[in-house]
């Protein structure tokens, strides 16, 4: 069994070998400008306030560089939906729809055995691809990576001139998924996610479709929904005071006058993944803007920087307003990479359990 | 090998799709030691009944055992019985030599010298993909696997539409030499009459998953006759004489009957009836092109 599903295997394994061979060698011809520019940049030795070294690191990279770093991301998001749509789906609804599954089934192998040989070492193929992409990029990426990680993790941090881009660190949601070992759990779930469609629907354009649709979708949700979750975030709360406290006042035309939003000192975590700023009252409610920020247009347009605007800083500041900033410390990088590694390979393997159950139970003519 | 089990035993077997039953209350015993040939209209259930013999379909209701084995049972259940799907699949991407390689592979019995020898006789090329073969070169190729696993029992479907008559014949031969020899049994659906005249020796007729007839070839054959002599109706004929068809010219009747016991009757001129008739008539058809040749209704 193991022979004929390698046998099966065979085209689309040269395919991978030859693709990961190609980027091997692209990565490594290109790796030692990106060394030799943050070796130059002096950031290795650099402790606090590196931001003008990590601008001058970044502007230092050549287009051939940046285009690779951005390369890099896209394909590893393109990776995992490959190996659903184009390894996975076709396992066994190709067989489905050339009727070579009652070739197999009469063979002297159980379909179960059948099913999970296929499942395991295709399986085991796409994780294997997967990770040794990933190893790949984030050693490539490695000295871009620690340069972003002395920026504060706001998210986007514009570094002066500079792609906004690379001021993502690591923990960032679009940085997450294309770094170290999640990857390898996004394709053994794309993968079974694949299979287990074209057990279910046994068409394989169909099957490719609604892996790539549902892929794409718990790509998305996950970073939001359960991500923030999987270790409960580091919250900070600032008590806020007139000095330490901003402020914006926006005309409501709605309301009449205008609403005031007040928010607490910038955050200042390098490397750190940013979940929420809030600012609330004592008790944990919105802010309602008080009397002395409720200014009508014609005020607003005459007020410079002028007592009013003092005056509603000073009530403010009396308010007893609290910053809440929930945010995952850029050591938990790993942590969260290999908690949700597993959730995936988990999921991956309760699909596989399906498919092998299916396979049992259902049987196509 | 068990003996005593039969081919296939199927009671109260049924499958539905939606709420059309492809076969519906399907109680039939294939002996063992035979080439049996199952035959019947399209749509009678022949297919849908071999696809529950060999696993590929659950049945929605009844049980069906094979070799006295359920047809999904574990890798020794598997080995005992070949099955060649009606459109005889194989790996297109697969050459001639990876598809022994892999009857090799999964097969604890196979035969390899077999499998290599059948190949060589058919003039197959073993570095030619499955895919640029003809479709008979495909059936035999299907047909090799499933002979080389060496199985105690053979299921084909329709397995000689997509040969060319010198193949037919070929495989044929290679049936019965295999069942003379007590290799192993078979059991084929066709709907090619004359081919399993030469072949069959069992024979089982299924119109609308009922099991019209079934026995043994010499047996029903010596139990059918084709009376034709003066008018007359059905009803006057000895109980023993079931009356399969008849048909009625203004002075002439004739009756395909089946009886036990010689024709005594001296008003009739009594015939052997041929294969393809008997099939034919079981089916409902008209079993002579006679003109004025009215089909009555079928009785049983």
């Known amino acids: ?365 | 090998m068990t003996n005593a089990a039969a081919a296939i035993e199927a009671r109260g077997l049924g499958k539905r799709y939606g709420r059309r039953w492809a076969l519906a209350d399907c109680t039939l015993t294939i002996p063992a030691g035979h080439v049996a040939g199952l035959v019947g209209p399209n749509g009678a259930g022949k297919t849908t009944l071999i696809s529950l013999a060999t696993g590929m379909l659950a049945p929605t209701a009844g049980t069906v055992e094979v070799l006295g084995g359920s047809p999904t049972g574990g890798p020794d259940q598997l080995a005992r019985v070949g099955y060649v799907a009606q459109d005889t699949p194989t790996y297109a991407g697969l050459t001639v030599a990876d598809h022994l390689r892999l009857g090799a592979r999964l097969n604890p019995r196979w035969d390899d010298g077999l499998a290599r020898r059948r190949v060589e006789q058919l003039g197959l090329d073993p570095r030619l993909k499955a895919s640029r073969l003809s479709g008979g070169q495909r059936a035999q190729l299907a047909l090799t696997l499933a002979l080389a696993k060496r199985p105690e029992l053979l299921i084909l479907d329709e397995p000689i539409a997509s040969l060319d008559p010198a193949a037919r014949r070929e495989f044929l031969q290679v049936l019965m030499n295999a069942t003379a020899e007590q290799e192993f049994s078979v059991v084929m659906s066709s709907h090619q009459v004359a081919d399993l005249e030469r072949v069959c020796d069992y024979l089982i007729v299924l119109v609308a998953s009922r099991v019209r007839i079934d026995g043994e070839v010499d047996d029903l054959l010596a139990t059918h006759h084709l009376l034709t002599g003066p008018r007359r109706d059905a009803a006057s004929l000895p109980s023993s004489q079931q009356v399969i068809t008849e048909s009625h010219t203004g002075r002439q009747s004739t009756f395909l009957v089946r009886c036990g016991e010689p024709i005594a009757d001296p008003a009739w001129a009594v015939d052997p009836v041929s294969l393809e008739d008997l099939v034919l008539a079981y089916m409902g058809h008209a079993t002579t092109g006679s003109p004025g040749f009215r089909m009555m209704e079928v009785k049983r």
Not at chain 1, 44 to 58: E, G, I, K, Y
Not at chain 1, 146 to 175: C, E, I, K, W, Y
Not at chain 1, 326 to 337: I, T, V
């Open chain 1, 1 to 365: 069994m193991i022979w004929l599903t390698w046998r099966q295997f065979r085209p689309q394994a040269i395919v991978a070998a030859g693709a990961l061979v190609v980027v091997a060698i692209l990565l490594a011809a290109s790796r030692a400008s990106v060394g030799g520019a943050y070796t130059a940049s002096g950031l290795s030795a650099c402790h606090a306030n590196c931001s003008t070294l990590v601008a001058t690191f970044l502007l230092d990279l050549n287009p051939l560089d940046r285009f690779l770093w951005l390369g890099s991301i896209l394909l590893m998001y393109l990776t995992p939906v490959a190996m659903g749509a184009f390894w996975g789906a076709p396992l066994i609804a190709r067989e489905f729809e050339a009727g070579t599954h009652r070739l197999a089934w009469n063979q002297s192998v159980t379909r179960t055995r059948w099913t999970f040989v296929k499942l395991g070492l295709v399986g085991l193929a796409s994780c294997a691809t997967a990770g040794l992409l990933s190893l790949m990029w984030t050693w490539w990426a490695g000295p871009i990576d620690s340069a972003a990680s002395f920026l504060h993790g706001q998210g986007h941090v514009n570094v002066a001139g500079a792609n906004a881009a690379f001021g993502l660190t690591r923990l960032d949601p679009v940085m997450f998924a294309a770094r170290g070992v999640a990857p390898v759990g996004y394709a053994a779930f794309a993968f079974a996610l694949g299979v287990t469609a074209g057990v279910l629907l046994r068409r394989t354009l169909a099957a490719m479709a609604v892996t790539l649709v549902i892929f794409i979708a718990i790509q998305v949700l996950v970073p939001n929904l359960v991500r923030p979750h999987l270790l409960p975030p580091v919250q900070v709360t600032t008590p806020l005071t007139a000095r330490n406290l901003t402020f914006a006042v926006n005309e409501n035309l709605n309301v009449g006058h205008s609403t005031v939003q007040v928010s607490g000192p910038n955050f200042a975590q390098p490397g750190a993944w940013l979940i929420s700023d809030v600012t609330v009252t004592s008790s944990g409610a919105a802010v309602v803007t008080p009397k002395a920020c409720q200014f009508t247009l014609a005020e607003l347009r005459n007020a410079g920087p002028g007592a009013e605007l003092l005056g509603c800083r000073k009530v403010l500041g009396t308010m007893r307003l609290r910053q809440i900033v929930s945010y995952e410390p850029a050591s938990r990088f790993w942590p969260l990479q290999w908690i949700e590694t597993g959730l995936y390979l988990v999921l991956a393997a309760g699909l596989g359990l399906v498919c092998g159950w299916q396979v049992r139970r259902r049987r196509v003519p």
